[in-house]
């Protein structure tokens, strides 16, 4: 199982960004679904998730700036950025829940991208 994020990248406070990310491999079923980030010198935060119903519950830091939202279909995750503040600067993982072919649920990491907001 592998977790692919993009849309990370250079944006000027105010501005906007989308990530996605998209599970493949021998999936059988994805639970939950979000995006945690880390900025240099702190912990890793939770962003946003949302479960398989499309329930949802996210930082306050970033309630009604951020969208998420998935596509069950396609095994993707996006997050919508509005309104960027230079302290949303980070690095955003992925995250997924989720039932393999090969083992019971567990939690998996994408790669990282990296989300700079210039002030």
């Known amino acids: 199982v592998q977790l692919q994020a993009s849309g990370g990248g250079l944006v000027q406070a105010g501005g906007s960004l989308r990530l996605s990310c998209t599970a493949s491999?021998?999936?059988?079923?994805?639970?939950?679904m979000g995006w945690y980030r880390q900025a240099p010198g702190k912990q890793r935060e939770l962003v946003a998730r949302?479960?398989?119903?499309?329930?949802?519950n996210y930082a306050d830091s970033v309630k009604v700036r951020f969208t998420i939202s998935r596509d069950n279909a396609r095994n993707t995750v996006h997050l919508q950025m509005n309104s960027l503040k230079a302290e949303d600067t980070a690095v955003y993982y992925c995250?997924?829940?989720?039932?393999?072919?090969?083992?019971?649920?567990?939690?998996?990491w994408g790669q990282g991208t990296l989300v700079t907001v210039s002030s």
């Open positions: 995250n997924a829940d989720l039932v393999s072919l090969q083992t019971s649920s567990r939690s998996y």
């Open positions: 491999g021998s999936i059988f079923e994805i639970n939950t």
């Open positions: 949302i479960t398989s119903r499309g329930s949802t």
